[in-house]
């Protein structure tokens, strides 16, 4: 397999993801959370995406290597490189 196509990758769980208020103002990827939509929704809503991101990797072929932020004050601790 090539670099550009890897075996394998490394998830963080999206168990609490939401706009990080000390990157939005200059992150044209962050978003504010629709109107009404609890911060538990959209943390779970996340999840659900996050898991079927593993599993559609998984059916491929890809091997995935999935982590859980134990400290759930990050909301975007699912890009590992912050």
Known sequence: ?????PSAVVLVRAERFLPNPAT???NAFQAD???GQSDE???????AEMDSLADALRGAGVRVHVFSDEDHTRPDSVFPNN
Do not use: C
């Open 24 to 26: 939005a103002a200059d």
């Open 41 to 47: 929704v959209t943390s779970a809503k996340a999840l």
């Open 33 to 35: 959370v629709p109107a």
């Open 1 to 5: 397999m090539s670099a550009q196509a």
